[in-house]
């Protein structure tokens, strides 16, 4: 079992910002692409931001410029630095982690429960 154990969600007032954290733990073996999405009331699903195990990163249009995420492999951590935020951000922000438990499985994607970002206008 893998769990996901995100931090750092909060309320925020317009043009503030936040770092969310996500710390990946258990039966890992490795750890490919991380990431975030969110979900607002009423909103689909959207993709934030994820990266891969070597660092390549892809943005969703709504954040590009304004967020930036990174990880830690030593920790199995994953972050979410988002600056100049907008009340469109409210949301749940959950974490993903793309795992597996030994060198010749598959990877399989697991989820954390989210934490909840409010912006203020």
């Known amino acids: 079992q893998v769990q996901l154990v995100e931090s750092g969600g909060g309320l925020v007032q317009a043009g503030g910002s936040l770092r969310l954290s996500c710390v990946a733990s258990?039966?890992?073996?490795?750890?490919?692409?991380m990431g975030w999405y969110r979900q607002a009331p009423g909103n689909q699903r959207e993709l934030v931001a994820q990266i891969t195990e070597g660092g390549a990163t892809t943005y969703g249009d709504s954040v590009k410029g304004r967020f930036t995420i990174s990880r830690d492999n030593a920790k199995n951590t994953v972050y979410l630095q988002m600056n100049s935020l907008k009340p469109e951000d409210t949301a749940s922000y959950v974490c993903f982690a793309d795992a597996r438990s030994n060198a010749y499985s598959h990877y399989y994607r697991h989820w954390g429960q989210g934490t909840q970002v409010t912006v203020s206008s």
């Open positions: 258990g039966n890992i073996f490795s750890l490919n692409t």
